[in-house]
């Protein structure tokens, strides 16, 4: 997983990782000719939260808004859902 998440994060690879996400994402109701500059903006809006650790406090504010949502009974422990050998932040 390091080296995929290396591998989107390297500019060198800016044109590929546009044109394979762009395989993925419906942008049939973007112009054409703007469709691989929306692709990237998403890109660079999400490159953000790829990484190699997990806040095992953000679980907190998961289940928050899971349970306001109604989508599980109950809070979930970090340990349930985050592999103990992770690297912490």
Known sequence: MSDA???IK??????KLVE???KYVNTSV?????RSQTVGLMIDNYNRFFGYTVDRGAIG??????MENKLIPHAVKAED???AGAPKP
């Open 5 to 7: 998440i290396k591998w």
């Open 10 to 15: 390297d500019p060198a690879n800016r044109t």
């Open 20 to 22: 394979e996400v762009g």
């Open 30 to 34: 973007i112009p054409e000719d703007k």
């Open 61 to 66: 504010a998961w289940n928050e808004y899971l």
């Open 81 to 83: 859902v985050i592999y």
